[in-house]
């Protein structure tokens, strides 16, 4: 779909939609009062039969609207006049966007920018109308004998305003949109890959293509030069797997290569059996999602670089693939890490803070500013916060609360949780420096607590999306998340609007 901003008179507007906006007081937007002035009535009259209630997101169409030169006017609902909020907005475009999906516009106007959002400019309106439409048209269906081969008409979007000249805001708004757009579709592309060809050899190589057509530098390290950085924690993991393990490496430097840059670790376990501490059958399939860490590090890394974002940034993705055979790791298998620490590994399903540790202690060479690193961790993180918020956990609060500030204005909500010592009390072992587990109670915070050990040397900062990766039921399928988090505070770590 293309997108353009334009200043438009909506009346006046030759296209096969004009969007308009209406309260559920009744009162119209300026663009549907234009509209209803120059059909002289035609809009409030049939508003006054109530066949709409305008909440946000609700849509009335309708066609011939006497003296409008568009095809057809989409009535969408902006909820309470002066209330509405974030999330309104994104019911609101989504309302649109799909009933104009439901057409056979090929093109379409609409004056949503106008909407007043408290606290949100028109840069951060034409960002969500752009990230919702493509969501709307996002498909995975590459696996099907039939793909689905029905095709949606609307091939154009206007986002108009009212004022004169053009919106800068909103131009470099939409661009933003886009490119995380691009950067989600491949998180997510990654994510519902199944595992049979989704595995660490799979991962490296997307990440050597993102490499090349963006100029990133990329570097894999295989099983051998891991053993040499004496990474026994990461390799501990793959020991049971046919599939050789990873380490993945990615280089984006947009300033001045002397600048520290910011890393993002991403956990890649591209399959979790749980190994000897073996899963339950129910709902395992959705363990494909669990290199959704690593997802989110190269999707972020690719609208960064469509952003042209004028920051340094290190992606470092251990993956590795967790199976059970003869000789995967067992339950009381004693391994070291790279940082030179001991670890008791104590339930073979908690794989995904040895491989992180590791990686975390690899990140040091590149003297970070900041290190963020993101995991399917826990299912107690699930329990804790279910599906709206990741769970943020932080040795540094000023980086935290700049991931709070950049999900609150993404809707990629994170919540802080925390990480105290005393709960570290739990990862003690009779015979080693550390367990993997500290039993069921506080479970994602002692998760975090095992990562803090790793990472004391700079900023830190994890976030747990095991219940915000992606979806179940009927709407299954990766979210992309934390992609828009992410790029968000890379925006403002940068300083570019």
């Not at 091939?155 to 691009?182: C, M, N, P, V």
């Given at each position: 779909m293309d997108f353009s901003i334009k200043s438009i008179t909506p009346e006046k507007q030759r296209t096969g939609c004009v969007v308009v906006g209406v309260y559920q007081s009744g009162k119209l937007s300026p663009s549907a009062k234009a509209v209803d002035m120059a059909a002289k009535g035609y809009i409030g009259d049939i508003l006054k039969r109530g066949d709409l209630d305008a909440a946000a997101g609700a849509t009335l169409l309708l066609h011939k609207v006497p003296n409008v030169v568009s095809d057809r006017v989409l009535l969408v609902g902006l909820g309470r006049e002066g209330e509405m909020t974030e999330r309104q907005f994104r019911d609101a475009a989504r309302g649109a966007l799909r009933a104009l999906n439901e057409t056979q516009a090929a093109d379409a106007a609409a004056m949503l920018l106008e909407a007043p959002v408290a606290g949100c400019d028109s840069g951060w309106k034409a960002e969500q109308i752009?990230?919702?439409?493509?969501?709307?048209?996002?498909?995975?269906?590459?696996?099907?004998?039939?793909?689905?081969?029905?095709?949606?008409?609307?091939?154009?979007?206007?986002?108009?305003?009212?004022?004169?000249?053009?919106?800068?805001?909103?131009?470099?708004?939409?661009?933003?949109?886009?490119?995380?757009?691009?950067?989600?579709?491949?998180?997510?592309?990654?994510?519902?890959?199944?595992?049979?060809?989704?595995?660490?050899?799979?991962?490296?190589?997307?990440?050597?293509?993102?490499?090349?057509?963006?100029?990133?530098?990329?570097?894999?390290?295989?099983q051998a030069e891991m053993e040499k950085l004496g990474m026994g924690s990461l390799l501990s993991v793959s020991r049971g797997s046919r599939q050789p393990p990873k380490l993945i490496v990615l280089q984006y430097t947009g300033t001045d290569r002397k600048k520290k840059p910011v890393a993002l670790v991403g956990k890649g376990v591209t399959f979790d059996t749980g190994g000897i501490s073996i899963k339950p059958a129910a709902e395992m399939d959705e363990m494909k999602y669990d290199m959704s860490g690593a997802g989110s590090v190269l999707g972020t890394l690719k609208t960064a670089a469509l952003l042209e974002l004028p920051i340094n940034i290190v992606g470092i993705i251990p993956t590795v693939e967790n199976m059970p055979d003869g000789n995967a790791t067992r339950p009381g298998d004693i391994v070291k890490s790279m940082a030179g620490i001991t670890i008791e590994i104590l339930n073979t399903d908690a794989e995904g803070r040895l491989i992180l540790c590791d990686a975390l202690t690899y990140a040091e060479r590149f003297e970070p500013v900041a290190v963020v690193d993101i995991a399917t961790l826990t299912g107690a993180c699930v329990i804790a916060l279910g599906h709206i918020a990741s769970g943020l956990f932080a040795n540094n609060d000023a980086l935290a609360e700049q991931l709070i500030a950049a999900g609150n204005y993404t809707g990629d909500r994170a919540w802080r949780m925390p990480a105290w010592e005393d709960y570290g009390d739990a990862l003690k072992s009779n015979f080693s420096d550390l367990a993997n587990v500290g039993g069921r109670a506080g479970g994602s915070i002692t998760a975090a607590c095992f990562l803090a050990r790793f990472a004391e040397k700079y900023p830190w900062a994890h976030l747990d999306v095991a219940g915000t990766a992606w979806k179940s039921g009927k709407d299954k399928g990766s979210t992309g998340r934390p992609v828009p988090l992410l790029v968000r505070y890379l925006i403002e770590r940068a300083g570019s609007r």
């Open positions: 752009a990230l919702v439409a493509r969501e709307l048209a996002y498909r995975f269906d590459r696996f099907k004998g039939k793909p689905d081969t029905k095709r949606r008409s609307l091939r154009k979007l206007i986002l108009g305003h009212g004022g004169q000249g053009s919106d800068l805001a909103a131009e470099r708004g939409l661009k933003r949109g886009l490119a995380l757009a691009d950067g989600l579709a491949l998180a997510k592309d990654l994510g519902n890959t199944p595992p049979n060809v989704c595995t660490p050899t799979y991962l490296a190589e997307q990440a050597k293509a993102l490499a090349k057509e963006h100029g990133l530098k990329c570097q894999v390290l295989n």
